[in-house]
């Protein structure tokens, strides 16, 4: 299993973001996936959820109206708009395809999101 999250940054608070997760090491198509973050010095929170087909979505109370998830079964590949961010969305983001607890080596490397002016 591996996952390679990309298109994190600096941007000022109000700025958007894309960040991309690509999944590869198990059928992609046959699992909802999950983003999560992690900001410095707490634990890693549940961020986002959608279904196998895309067509059902669930998000943390935090980010609802803010951020949209997507993925393309096609690319193995989920997405996660993030708009109208906050100071308090800084943190380094991961994409999961299990609930955790999970092993250790199944999380990717992440991509810090830094919402500062």
């Known amino acids: 299993v591996q996952f390679v999250e990309s298109g994190g940054g600096l941007v000022q608070p109000g700025g958007s973001l894309r960040l991309s997760c690509a999944a590869s090491?198990?059928?992609?198509?046959?699992?909802?996936m999950n983003w999560y973050r992690q900001a410095p010095g707490k634990e890693r929170e549940f961020v986002a959820r959608?279904?196998?087909?895309?067509?059902?979505?669930t998000y943390a109370d935090s980010v609802k109206g803010r951020f949209t998830i997507s993925r393309d079964n096609a690319k193995n590949t989920v997405y996660l708009q993030m708009n109208s961010l906050k100071p308090e969305d800084t943190a380094v983001y991961f994409c999961?395809?299990?609930?955790?607890?999970?092993?250790?080596?199944?999380w990717g490397q992440g991509t810090r999101v830094t919402v500062s002016s």
């Open positions: 999961m395809h299990l609930t955790p607890p999970v092993r250790a080596d199944y």
């Open positions: 090491g198990f059928i992609f198509s046959s699992y909802a």
């Open positions: 959608i279904t196998t087909t895309g067509r059902g979505t």
